[in-house]
């Protein structure tokens, strides 16, 4: 077995314990593994591991592993701050968006999605931590760009997402998640697609589970530190 293969397994017992904890169902939580920085080669180890959905951050790094990567049926995920510039590629090659944050990426994203594609399935990234210099909608203003998304026919608003700040304090880590939580089960009461709350990371992924994340974006527990891969090479 792999060390690839022995982390998925670890963060998939997390995943489990942290949902019964919740009394919730695991079922209902999907993993997303997170693999910027880490080659195609760790991609398929985790791919043989049996995971089929992947988080990419940077478009040209991810455009040549889903090149590389071509014949695996990957559902891939665009995480990362999205650029102007950068709408049309992503539109293409990936899946699923979760960092929208403004109306012209929207439309940007719509009008470049493939006909021969399904609607491109986006989440709305909130600044549930109030800081300036993350990235996200503030709470409440997710409503009106999530009334713009509905009018864009290739785009199928999914939910909401955030990065709250690192934090050890595991009741400011829940307070942040409760948050996100509240504002998407509003937007689920008019739209019973916008269903995905996409939420939780290596270090704080039970809290995510207590509060309701339905979708975990992990790295570093399965791929290894990033910084160490990077001096490695
Ligand atoms: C890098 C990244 C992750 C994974 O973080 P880890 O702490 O390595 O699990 C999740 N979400 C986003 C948006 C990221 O950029």
């Known amino acids: 077995m792999t060390i690839i293969a022995e982390n998925l397994q670890a963060v998939h017992d997390r995943i489990r314990r942290a949902a019964a904890a919740a009394h919730r169902s695991a ?15 760790a991609i398929n180890a985790a791919w043989q591991a049996g ?7 940077f478009v040209q790094e991810a455009l040549d592993k889903i090149a590389g990567l071509n014949d695996f049926d990957i559902e891939w995920h665009f995480i990362g701050p999205v650029q102007g510039n950068k709408t049309r590629p992503i539109a293409e090659h990936f899946a ?3 960092s929208i944050e403004r109306e012209k990426i929207a439309q940007r994203l719509n009008d470049a999605r493939p ?3 399904p609607p491109l399935n986006v989440l709305i990234q909130v600044n549930v931590s109030g800081e300036s210099s993350k990235s996200g909608v ?3 203003q ?4 999530a009334a713009m998304i509905r009018t864009l026919p290739r785009l199928r608003l999914r939910g909401l997402m955030a990065i709250p700040e690192p934090t050890p304090d595991a009741t400011l880590q829940r307070r942040r998640f409760a948050l996100l939580q509240s504002l998407q089960q509003e937007l689920q009461s008019d739209d019973s697609s916008a269903n995905t709350l996409s ?4 270090d704080d992924l039970e809290a995510a589970i207590a509060e309701g994340s339905t979708m975990v974006r992990i790295g570093t527990a399965i791929f290894g530190s990033r910084k160490a891969v990077k ?3």
């Not at 079922?27 to 080669?41: G, W």
Request: proline share 2%; hydrophobic share 45%.
């Open 142 to 145: 997710e409503r009106a760009l």
């Open 231 to 233: 001096s490695g090479h």
């Open 199 to 202: 939420m939780g990371m290596s």
């Open 27 to 41: 079922e209902d939580i999907r993993l997303l593994a997170v693999s910027k920085t880490f080659d195609a080669s």
């Open 115 to 117: 006909a021969h594609l």
């Open 51 to 57: 995971q089929r959905a992947f988080g990419e951050n």
């Open 96 to 98: 699923w968006v979760h």
């Open 138 to 140: 503030a709470p409440g």
